[in-house]
């Protein structure tokens, strides 16, 4: 069954990274691991963290299992780095997970906390939620100690003060049931960075260390004693004090700390605001993005911009090892509880497993997310992957299945260079043919006036499962090409394989395949021009072809030209002015005589290809216009008053099928739909568009799909009423908002939270659970409470008839007597349907016509049956 879904994050993060740091084992300070967090920042996409805990589990070889815990957007996964497999997805917060630490006193359970306020306790190899605990206040970082058993520490924002944040303790309360509050909050340090790299806590958790700027403050618990240190924040000879990164050695008292000129300082006897001594280790010629100790504290690793990890022996600035071109700048460094392995966190959403002996051993690579997606969201049609830029000159096929990179495609085939400033080449443009079988990748200079162009196509190799290059085309254009496309028929015969490109040098090509006569030539055909296109030497902007590939639409700025795919004739010319056309694509299937168009002054319109008229036209703001490959839906995302709609349409009618209204606050950027493996059963006509795919978004920050959620009997007895409200909200175009954190029933939480070895039996569940279903009789309508204050006051005025019943009636005989004459008495049951009479609503008579009220009267059973028929 397919039901009504919300939108889903699907990967959150990006390029910028923020880390959390873990420490380890019962000593406190030790530093077996940090937690890493990167990005807000898939979209679900992106490791915002990662944690190297010992595993509890042997597997038959008799080895301990070792697993990698990181969170990527909402959700922590378990890694095991043995199988190379994500082992389970740990998802149950309303908001990104901002930290994660092992519970020191038992390995086996897993801590974590996240911008929705809470803080949760995990059975992490079961994905087990224990407890939960609400703060109340947004969750920067979170850190662990085992000398402090009920409490852990958190960083939050200072309230009435802005980019101000505290490092406090949580008091985590004990009692019976799943949620719980964390409200008993005490202040640590003030002024403290947000990142959790800024934050290191002593051996035996003895101290706490903060740095922020030049300032380097220590706060010792015992003695409740705060040291404050300054670095001079004069420059000079291209010095830069400001820290950006600490760390605590785990066997003395010694503190690295990282800078933004590349030296790392080592602080000893600090216990003392005068005498304080530190030395200086210097390699890096850019910042210092982390530091991390090993076990026992003999060497120190760093990394930073030049993606190399650099370790350095007893503190010596002489001996020293290095493990070079890690590919992308190290942001975060963990290390594992037993000192066997370390991993390293890079800016290109990777991280790195890396053996003690300094030796590359594997690595997890998530969706990249690169600073502009020039090429948009493509779908490759053999694997159905995701493709977009990836690193600089690359194309990634991104998995939404399995969640991982498949395979990276260097396109430019040119080593990138990290500076700022300088122009380099870059791929803006991707189109897949009908199969799979043939790609054409465009890749331009970052130069505005006089850029520098190359067409390639390349050809899938089934032997080495990649794609090689068959043809490259210097300058296809002389301008800028705005956008291109395959001919999508069949690829049996060459004939039938066309691509077609436009630029802003005012003309449309097409390119066809003919055979090399190169007799050195490697490959039997390659790619040339055939056709040359143009109108008014207006601006080429965008092109696509019909379901059947006999037609060709390319828009020149406001105009909508279509040709003939066999001729290349100009059939016929449609416009909407004002605006120029910003997307364009035809109908399929049962709609292929539309054609669809979007301009940027806000108006949608549908012209018939057959009558050449404009069907219909709507005012909507579109930016995204993407047809579903496998039906007639088109999905249209307008933005609008800072927030994006989703609208779902068939080009026959001119009212859309689905509407979402906010979306998304932000603005959404690209979308795609992604086939699925097997057609779903939809619930609603309302939502078939859904059956055949799923609707993927990106934003700056998020990549998220619209999707259908699998409905079970268990769901439908459970959720059947907030489903039907929300449809019934969603018919009447109300914007709902739902609160990510509602609790459902006792019962329900019973049934579904807790672990199943230690749930009562099924007869005290069974109670529960019945009760739980029954109407409580404290939601009544306004309605049922008047009944029941209508009967309690009849049954009271009975009450007193009846004790007064003698009495009246010896009044009344006498009354009788006296006149001497016969009156006319009314009953109980008489007096009480007066009193109904009087109390009901007449004021319906007053709507009707004058002239109505006698056959409304005489004819009362006959008016009845004719409104029944």
């Known amino acids: 069954m397919v039901a009504p879904g919300a939108l889903r994050v699907v990967r959150c993060g990006g390029s910028t990274l923020r880390g959390a740091r873990a420490w380890g084992g019962g000593a406190g300070g030790s530093r077996s691991g940090r937690l890493l967090s990167s990005e807000r920042g898939s979209a679900r996409r992106c490791p915002r963290g990662l944690r190297l805990p010992r595993g509890g589990r042997a597997p038959s070889g008799g080895l301990t299992a070792l697993y990698l815990l990181y969170v990527s957007g909402d959700f922590v996964k378990v890694y095991s780095v043995n199988t190379e497999e994500t082992l389970r997805l740990i998802g149950g917060h309303a908001d990104l997970v901002t930290g994660i630490q092992l519970n020191p006193h038992n390995h086996m359970q897993l801590y974590s906390c996240s911008l929705d306020g809470t803080i949760k306790l995990w059975d992490f190899v079961d994905g087990i939620p224990i407890k939960t605990f609400t703060v109340g206040t947004k969750l920067l970082a979170l850190y662990t100690l085992a000398n402090a058993e009920d409490s852990v520490f958190v960083v939050i924002p200072k309230k009435g003060e802005r980019d101000t944040f505290q490092l406090v303790s949580v008091k985590l309360t004990k009692g019976v049931g799943q949620d719980l509050e964390g409200k008993e909050l005490s202040v640590v340090l003030d002024g403290v ?404 168009g979007a301009t940027d002054y806000g108006f949608l319109c549908c012209w018939n290809l057959l009558t050449c008229a404009l069907v219909w036209s709507a005012h909507l703001n579109v930016v995204i216009l993407q047809p579903d490959p496998l039906s007639e839906h088109i999905a249209a995302v307008s933005w609008l008053s800072k927030e994006s709609s989703l609208f779902v349409f068939k080009p026959s009618e001119p009212w859309p099928i689905y509407i979402q209204r906010n979306l998304c606050k932000e603005k959404i950027l690209l979308a795609a739909f992604v086939p699925r493996d097997e057609p779903e059963i939809a619930s609603s006509e309302k939502y078939l568009w859904l059956r055949k795919s799923q609707l993927f978004f990106l934003t700056d920050t998020q990549l998220a799909v619209e999707e259908s959620l699998p409905v079970t009997p268990f769901s439908l007895l459970l959720g059947k009423h907030r489903r039907q409200q929300a449809q019934e909200d969603t018919d009447l175009g109300k914007l709902v908002v739902h609160n990510k954190q509602e609790q459902a029933s006792p019962a329900v939480k019973e049934l579904l939270h807790t672990p199943a070895h230690v749930l009562p039996s099924a007869s005290f569940l069974c109670t529960i659970f019945i009760n739980s279903l029954l109407i409580s009789k404290e939601n009544k309508s306004a309605e049922e409470v008047a009944d029941e204050v209508e009967m309690e006051s009849e049954k009271a005025e009975d009450d007193s008839d009846e004790e007064d019943d003698t009495a009246m009636e010896q009044e009344d005989t006498s009354h009788m007597e006296l006149l001497g004459e016969m009156t006319c008495k009314l009953s109980k049951s008489q007096e009480k349907e007066l009193r109904k009479i009087r109390k009901m609503d007449y004021s319906w008579i007053s709507a009707l016509p004058v002239f109505y009220l006698p056959k409304w009267t005489v004819h009362v059973q006959d008016k009845e049956e004719t409104l029944q028929t």
């Open 193 to 596: 960075g947000s990142s959790m790299k800024h934050i290191a806590f002593g051996r035996e958790g003895a101290y706490v260390v903060s740095v922020k700027d030049v300032n380097l403050q220590v706060y010792f618990f015992k003695r409740k004693l705060l040291n404050r240190f300054s670095l001079s924040t004069v420059k000079t000879k291209g010095g830069d004090n400001r820290f950006s990164c600490v760390v605590c050695h785990p066997k003395e008292d010694c503190i690295a700390t990282g800078h933004a000129d590349g030296k790392i300082r080592l602080w000893r006897n600090f216990h003392h605001r005068k005498e304080y001594t530190y030395s200086t280790l210097h390699w890096h010629h850019d910042i210092v993005m982390d530091l991390a100790f090993t076990m026992e504290g003999t060497r120190l690793l760093s990394g930073g911009v030049e993606s190399v990890l650099v370790q350095w022996h007893n503190e010596s600035s002489c001996q020293k090892d290095f493990l070079p071109r890690l590919g992308s700048p190290i942001e975060y460094i963990s290390m594992a509880s037993d000192g066997v392995l370390c991993c390293t966190l890079h800016t290109d959403n990777r991280i790195s497993i890396i053996n003690s002996n300094l030796r590359f051993s594997r690595s997890i690579q998530g969706l990249i997310k690169s600073r502009d997606i020039k090429t948009g969201l493509v779908v490759d049609p053999r694997t159905k992957a995701l493709v977009l830029n990836g690193e600089p000159g690359h194309l990634q096929f991104y998995s939404l299945q399995s969640d991982q990179q498949l395979f990276s495609l260097d396109i430019v085939q040119r080593q990138y260079i990290h500076q700022a400033g300088l122009k380099q080449s870059d791929l803006v443009k991707v189109a897949f043919s009908a199969r799979g079988t043939w790609l054409a990748t465009v890749e331009e200079s970052e130069e505005v006036t006089d850029p520098e162009l190359q067409l390639k196509l390349w050809l899938y190799n089934e032997e080495i499962q990649s794609f090689e290059l068959n043809t490259r085309i210097n300058t296809p254009h002389d301008n800028h090409i705005t956008d291109m496309c395959f001919r999508d028929m069949d690829e049996l015969g060459d004939d039938s394989l066309i691509l077609v490109t436009t630029g802003r040098d005012c003309v449309f090509k097409v390119w066809v395949m003919v055979e090399d006569t190169d007799p050195e030539a490697q490959q039997s055909v390659s790619w040339s021009c055939d056709f040359v296109g143009s109108y008014h030497n207006y601006q080429a902007t965008n092109c696509c072809f019909s379901e059947d590939g006999s037609l060709l639409a390319v828009s020149f700025e406001e105009t909508v030209t279509v040709w003939d795919s066999l001729t290349w004739d100009l059939k016929c010319t449609f416009c909407h002015p004002p605006g120029n056309i910003r997307n364009i694509c035809f109908g399929r299937l049962t709609c292929s005589k539309y054609l669809i």
